[in-house]
């Protein structure tokens, strides 16, 4: 079967980007990364995807004339690379109505709390200071909204009482690098 075409945008550390990448080049999924896409040049994703080899666009909207452009710009790209999905792992930007029009209901973001609780920047010391006993990790379509749009799946964890912020932390980027996947390999079939 023919490898399904995606790209992967990130303006971070990119260790969701990472599992995806890795899980691509061990063939566990059945998908060709045809970019990573980027609107911070220093990010360390853009390194990790370097040393892959997996071809990286990385710009900032300023630098291309605004959100509309840089879309725009992009849109364009991943139709030429026939790309097919676009997997949000830690974008920090909002997608704008270009991209949503260029790619309707294909655009997945990983969030690191249980949607619709928690939305937003810092969820997941949002979750861990309000106390909560349950939080989790959510993929979703996304929509014009901030962390709205249909769910895809979610993974539950129990807040144990004796975790501190950053155990939890850990916690949450475990199941995600593993649910992220999980749902590609589920979406893709
Ligand atoms: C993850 O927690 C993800 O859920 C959120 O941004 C974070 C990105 O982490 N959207 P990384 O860059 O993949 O390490």
Redesign the pocket.
């Known amino acids: 079967m023919d490898k399904v075409k995606v790209a992967i945008f ?1 303006s ?6 990472q599992a995806i990448m890795q899980a691509a080049h061990f063939g566990e999924l059945n998908i060709q990364i045809e970019w990573v896409i980027s609107d911070k040049p220093t990010a360390f ?1 853009v390194e990790r995807a370097n040393k892959m080899n997996i071809p990286v666009w990385a710009y900032t909207h300023q630098s291309k004339g605004g959100r509309q452009l840089w879309e725009k710009e992009v849109c364009r790209l991943l139709q030429d690379s026939q790309v097919k999905y676009i997997f949000l ?2 974008y920090m930007k909002i997608i704008g109505k270009t991209l949503l029009e260029c790619f309707p209901q294909k655009i997945m ?4 709390s249980l949607l619709p609780a928690f939305p937003g920047m810092h969820s997941i010391e949002k979750a861990y200071e309000s106390g909560v006993k349950i939080t989790g ?1 959510t993929l979703h379509w996304i929509d014009q909204g901030v962390d709205t749009g249909p769910i895809i799946a979610q993974e539950a964890i129990m807040i144990q009482p004796e975790w501190s912020l950053e155990m939890l932390e850990q916690k ?2 475990e199941v ?1 690098h593993r649910l992220y996947k999980q749902t590609i390999k589920q979406i893709i079939k």
């Open positions: 990130a971070g550390n990119g260790s969701n980007a994703v792992a830690g973001n990983i969030h690191p990790v949450i980027h995600e």
